[in-house]
């Protein structure tokens, strides 16, 4: 299926939420484009590598208190 986009005059243009869902893409994520030598494009949802570093910071913002060394 052939799905045909409209270029603004800032050069964006929006996907449909079908094509979104197809790829796994949520609000606030971000896709890949890698672009091929004929002039065509392949997109992909892009998925973070992250480390555990990233991973214990993302917990540490889950509360505001801050625990002992007793109470841990």
């Known amino acids: 299926m052939t799905t045909k986009l409209t270029v603004t005059a800032r050069g964006q243009v929006t996907f449909r939420k079908d094509v979104l869902q197809h790829l796994g893409v949520h609000p606030g994520e971000k896709i890949e484009l890698d672009k091929l030598p004929d002039g065509r494009v392949a ?4 998925r973070p590598s992250g480390t555990i570093d990233d991973f214990l910071g993302l917990l540490a913002r889950k509360t505001k208190k801050v625990a002992t060394l007793e109470e841990i």
Not at 43 to 46: G, I, Q, Y
Request: hydrophobic fraction near 75%; charge should be positive; proline fraction near 0%.
């Open 43 to 46: 997109l992909r949802a892009a």
